[in-house]
């Protein structure tokens, strides 16, 4: 059964930096592009970042390019979002997805605030 695990999210002050971590499992990581999204509650989740199968290819949502960066460690089985510059408009919480595929993790919880 194909496992998503996030983790790094938390409560970070304006201007400040996150790195979200995805662990992979059950599946050939490395065989598959990977996607970055985020909700708040009303809306519909945000494609944030994405990234190709050997990482060469990356792809970011207009509000955050620039600001974050989207990365993956096969031998690791783990897709990374370092988050920069982050703003109070970030706070989501913020899921990896296989792309293309309907398999998602649970989310981490990512709130920008003074």
Excluded at 43 to 51: F, G, Q, S
Excluded at 74 to 103: E, G, H, I
């Amino acid at each position: 059964q194909v496992q998503l695990v996030e983790s790094g999210g938390g409560l970070v002050q304006p201007g400040g930096s996150l790195r979200l971590s995805c662990a992979a499992s059950s599946f050939t990581f490395s065989r598959y592009a990977m996607n970055w999204y985020r909700q708040t509650p009303g809306k519909e989740r945000e494609l944030v970042a994405a990234i190709s199968r050997g990482g060469g290819i990356t792809n970011y949502a207009d509000s955050v390019k620039g600001r974050f960066t989207i990365s993956r460690g096969n031998a690791k089985n783990t897709v990374y979002l370092q988050m920069n510059s982050l703003k109070p408009d970030d706070t989501a919480v913020y899921y990896c997805k296989v792309a293309d595929y309907d398999y998602w993790g649970q989310g981490t919880q990512v709130t920008v605030s003074s």
